[in-house]
């Protein structure tokens, strides 16, 4: 099972080192706030962090449902006769077979 896992983890920690790194003007200098005229009014570098931090979460999150979920639904269709007889109706899904 958490062979299955693998690609998730990855792309977790790709997703965690690289949009921080892309993103490393915005923790030195600072994301541009603005008020509610569209004027400019400074510029934080700790919204930055949050913001990045908020990227990085969100799409860890995305990919949860397609590689994380995916591999434990398939584990419980295997262990049916139908599957069990026709192992490369799973390869869509998973590399277990």
Known sequence: MYGRLV??????????????????NEFTDGIALYDKNGVKVGESTKVAKDAVRDVVISRVGMAVPH??????????????PYMKARPMLNAPFCQSF
């Open 67 to 80: 590689m994380a979920f995916s591999p434990f639904i398939m584990q419980q269709i295997e262990k049916y």
């Open 7 to 24: 690609p998730f983890v990855a792309i977790a920690i790709a997703n965690g080192i690289n949009i921080p790194l892309m993103r490393i």
